[in-house]
């Protein structure tokens, strides 16, 4: 591929983001195709500066705002250092979260106006968007199940409590049903097999010519 390719993994807690972008990555790499997976925040040494604070420090006082402008100062360096190089060199980028989590996070889940975070994220990348998201469609409480199944712990954002998760949510579905963004809605309740096979699908789908010549 010439020109690369972004795709971005997304949904609430647990949704299975990490688990699918793993298995995304073994598919696309054994197709022959190279690839760049990262985490957002993350994915960059500023990156994982900023989740670490973000999310580790639940000691500290973190308004609204400042958590905006954190996970966008975090995007600005991810776009720069590592989705664009990447896609230069033709590689399909993977990315677990990008700017749908800024705005269902911090636009519906905390309560910034939602045109402040589009304008303000528009800036941090730059104008780059994603080739396809795909949101694994999760109802938030089976997320919490999975994650405490898995004994993982609670970070800062996760303590927000349950009001907030269910506008995280809300969120989710209301920017997948505006059509204003490349988004696949994948339903993330089946095995982990099963969403993998519905990702392919759906990535059959949005790019027939790449995927019909490289799986024939
Ligand atoms: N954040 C933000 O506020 N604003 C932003 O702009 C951005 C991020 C970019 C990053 O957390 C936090 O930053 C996030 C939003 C905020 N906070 N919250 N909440 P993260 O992305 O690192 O973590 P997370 O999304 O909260 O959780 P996670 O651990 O990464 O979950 P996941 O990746 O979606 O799921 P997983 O790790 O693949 O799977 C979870 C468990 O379920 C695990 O044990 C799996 O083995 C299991 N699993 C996975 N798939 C299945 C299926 N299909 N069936 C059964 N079990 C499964």
Known sequence: MEDGLFLVLEGVEGAGKTTQVRLLEEWLKGLGLDVTAAREPGGTALG????AVLLDRSELEVPPES???LV???RAAFVK???LPARARGDVVVADRFSLSTFAYQAYGRGIELETVRRLDAFARA???PDLTL???LPPEEGVRRQRTAGKGCDRIEQAGKAFHARVATGYR???ASGDHRICVIDAVGTTDAVHGLVRAALREAFPGTFRILTG
């Open 174 to 176: 209301a920017l997948a």
């Open 48 to 51: 994982e500066a900023v989740r």
């Open 72 to 74: 966008l100062a975090a």
């Open 67 to 69: 958590e905006l402008l």
């Open 127 to 129: 104008g780059l968007e």
């Open 135 to 137: 949101l694994l469609d």
């Open 81 to 83: 250092d590592v989705v």
